[in-house]
């Protein structure tokens, strides 16, 4: 059983800041790639930043120069620093990681139980 724990998120003004992070614990033989998705009300769900096991990152063109994504391998943690936030980062947060239980496994999805990012204008 894999646990995606997340936490970080919560109410800030605009132009402030949030660190999210999201631990993958449980039955882990490897992880892959993590990173963080949002999804607003009335939208879908959007691919907001990740990051390969080696450290190349991908983010959003809305996120770029803001949000910052690394991660910890021997923790199994993924870090969103988010500066500079808008009322349009609103959106609940998912952490996501891409990850095998056992050495003979298919890569799995797994996904955190999500976190509110409210930004105030």
């Known amino acids: 059983q894999v646990h995606m724990v997340e936490s970080g998120g919560g109410l800030v003004q605009s132009g402030g800041s949030l660190r999210l992070s999201c631990a993958a614990s449980g039955s882990i033989y490897a992880v892959n790639n993590m990173g963080w998705y949002r999804q607003a009300p009335g939208k879908q769900r959007e691919l907001v930043a990740d990051?390969?096991?080696?450290?190349?990152?991908n983010y959003a063109d809305s996120v770029k120069g803001r949000f910052t994504l690394s991660r910890d391998n021997a923790k199994n943690t993924v870090y969103l620093q988010m500066n500079s936030l808008k009322p349009e980062d609103t959106a609940v947060y998912y952490c996501n990681a891409k990850l095998l239980t056992t050495r003979w496994s298919q890569v799995g999805n797994y996904w955190g139980q999500g976190t509110q990012v409210t930004v105030s204008s």
């Open positions: 990051i390969t096991l080696g450290g190349s990152t």
